[in-house]
């Protein structure tokens, strides 16, 4: 039995059809805050319970009988997250799964650049002491394009702070990654980078969307303290201006630089390019 939570959001959500690929249904359940937004799954034979990160009763109930469980990190922006992880993470102990994996990101760590990377280092360090075997899915970035690169079809500009390599997956990708690390026979033990076998920076985003579209889209580097002023004046608050920022300034540190195989291995073929992806191509 494979358990996976999150599953009525994107990420999970598409692991879980990928799962349906592999795997008879009797053997995935799923465990998620409204079981009423899951039915589409138990009309397919899913198991369905009832499960939040804030009542570590309810979760080991939905975790009953699970093999491996699949945790997506927290979202939930008003939360104590770091505390959220550890509850489930216990409760996957304690419902006597045998192997834990969590939705991590690459780059993570202690004292890095960019504040959500400690909160997933703290769940990695929690996962290791758990006593259970374990693996942390280091995705890429992936996401809104829009809020990455902004509204670069109506300007033809691709306005941000300097930024440095890093990668951006399709979040697809990253779902059937996250299925065959499920459904291998081999262990994904600890930390599995799962980015792009080459990173891309804003210039490259702005090549493929002139290509795409048959306009000159240009990349132009804002200074970091008019960055934030101008997203101030958009009604953006400072502190969550900054904190975007600092995603900026980790990729020009080279922090996210590090290209992995791992993702193509699991894909059997290449990952989607930034080109498909502008193109939302399949």
Do not use: C
Not at 14 to 41: M, Q, Y
Request: no cysteine; glycine share 8%; charged share 20%.
């Amino acid at each position: 039995m494979i358990i996976v939570t999150g599953a009525t959001g994107a990420l999970n959500g598409a692991t879980v059809d990928h799962l349906l690929k592999r795997v008879p249904p009797a053997r995935i359940g799923v465990s998620v805050r409204n079981p009423d937004r899951a039915k589409h799954l138990a009309d397919r034979g899913v198991r369905v319970r009832q499960g939040s990160y804030d009542d570590a009763a309810a979760l080991r109930r939905s975790f009953a009988g699970a093999e491996q469980v699949l945790l997506v990190s927290s979202s939930d922006i008003t939360a104590d997250v770091v505390t959220q992880h550890r509850t489930a993470i216990d409760a996957a102990v304690a419902a006597g799964a045998q192997r834990i994996l969590y939705t991590s990101t690459h780059g993570t760590g202690f004292g890095t650049p960019y504040p959500p990377l400690a909160i997933h280092a703290a769940a990695e360090q929690h996962l290791a002491a758990s006593g259970v075997a374990w693996t942390a899915l280091r995705n890429g970035f992936y996401g809104d394009l829009r809020q990455l690169l902004g509204p670069w079809q109506e300007t033809g500009v691709i306005a941000k702070p300097a930024d440095g390599p890093f990668s951006w997956v399709d979040r697809r990708d990253a779902a059937e990654a996250a299925a065959a690390i499920l459904t291998s026979d081999s262990p994904f033990d600890g930390p599995v980078d799962l980015t792009l076998p080459s990173p891309v920076t804003l210039e490259d985003f702005a090549s493929a969307a002139s290509e795409l579209t048959g306009r000159d889209i240009r990349r132009v580097v804002v200074d970091d303290e008019e960055w934030v002023a101008d997203e101030m004046a958009n009604g953006v608050p400072e502190a969550a201006a900054r904190f975007t920022l600092s995603m900026f300034q980790a990729t020009r540190s080279g922090h996210f630089a590090s290209p992995d195989p791992t993702l193509v291995r699991l894909l059997g073929r290449a990952p989607r390019s930034v080109a498909d992806q502008l193109a939302g191509r399949g």
